[in-house]
């Protein structure tokens, strides 16, 4: 599956902002979502998972309750909803897939996007 994340962008703290993460070449409802994030000179860290129905979603806990991840397999797509969002929220975010249940577990996503880079600065 090939996967392309959109919905970045410069957002004042405590703004808004939705991520969407488009799949294709496959059957979307597979796989097993999840989206990360890396800031500048850190390592990749895991954010929030789906699972195949959308009906079992987990959070990092400096996301939970700002954070909402869903997913529609109609249109092949997953989001995440940011909300109150902080300066130290800035950070490239990634959507990830894997047809295995991999929940916050990095080296269990077998396919990546490129990214898509959210700045939150006044």
């Known amino acids: 599956v090939q996967l392309q994340a959109c919905g970045g962008g410069l957002v004042r703290p405590g703004g808004s902002l939705r991520l969407s993460c488009l799949g294709s070449g496959d059957i979307f409802d597979r796989y097993y979502m999840g989206w990360f994030r890396q800031a500048p000179g850190q390592e990749r860290k895991f954010l929030a998972s789906?699972?195949?129905?959308?009906?079992?979603?987990s959070y990092e806990d400096a996301v939970k309750g700002r954070f909402t991840i869903s997913r529609d397999n109609a249109k092949n797509t997953v989001y995440l909803q940011m909300n109150s969002l902080k300066a130290e929220d800035t950070a490239r975010y990634f959507c990830?897939?894997?047809?295995?249940?991999?929940?916050?577990?990095?080296?269990?996503?077998?396919?990546w996007g490129q990214g898509t880079l959210v700045t939150v600065s006044s």
């Open positions: 789906i699972d195949w129905t959308g009906g079992r979603s």
């Open positions: 990830a897939a894997t047809k295995r249940d991999a929940n916050y577990y990095y080296e269990r996503y077998d396919y």
